[in-house]
């Protein structure tokens, strides 16, 4: 059974970097498109970004595009998020998910949470001074 768990998380200060990563195991992770989300305190849950199961393909909310970059290393069953000139509103916590079969072989993967089928448990990122 796949399960993912995301690292990377903590306190920068606005205009910093981060680099966040979901590790899976029970599963290769080369079967499934992952998305990156985020939920701030009081939000719902919103989609950041998402990677195809080759890593060919990209997709990013427009809040990021620009900031974010997704990138995975099949070989070590992980999925990256580069955040970059980061702002007080990118706070949240932010989740790393299997996307659903129909997302994973499709031409274009979406980041939204109706196609998610397995999810992390999350990681905190802080943007303050």
């Known amino acids: 059974q796949l399960q993912l768990v995301e690292s990377g998380g903590g306190l920068v200060q606005p205009g910093g970097s981060l680099r966040l990563s979901c590790a899976a195991s029970?599963?290769?992770?080369?079967?499934?498109?992952i998305g990156w989300f985020r939920q701030a305190p009081g939000k719902e849950r919103e989609g950041v970004s998402c990677?195809?199961?080759?890593?060919?393909?990209?997709n990013y909310a427009d809040s990021v595009k620009g900031r974010f970059t997704i990138s995975r290393d099949n070989a070590k069953n992980t999925v990256y998020l580069q955040m970059n000139s980061l702002k007080p509103e990118d706070t949240a916590v932010y989740y790393c998910?299997?996307?659903?079969?129909?997302?994973?072989?499709?031409?274009?993967?979406?980041?939204?949470?109706?196609?998610?089928?397995?999810w992390g448990q999350g990681t905190q990122v802080t943007i303050s001074s």
């Open positions: 998910a299997a996307l659903s079969l129909s997302q994973s072989f499709g031409t274009m993967c979406v980041p939204a949470t109706r196609h998610a089928v397995r």
């Open positions: 029970g599963y290769t992770l080369d079967y499934y498109a």
């Open positions: 990677i195809s199961r080759s890593g060919g393909s990209t």
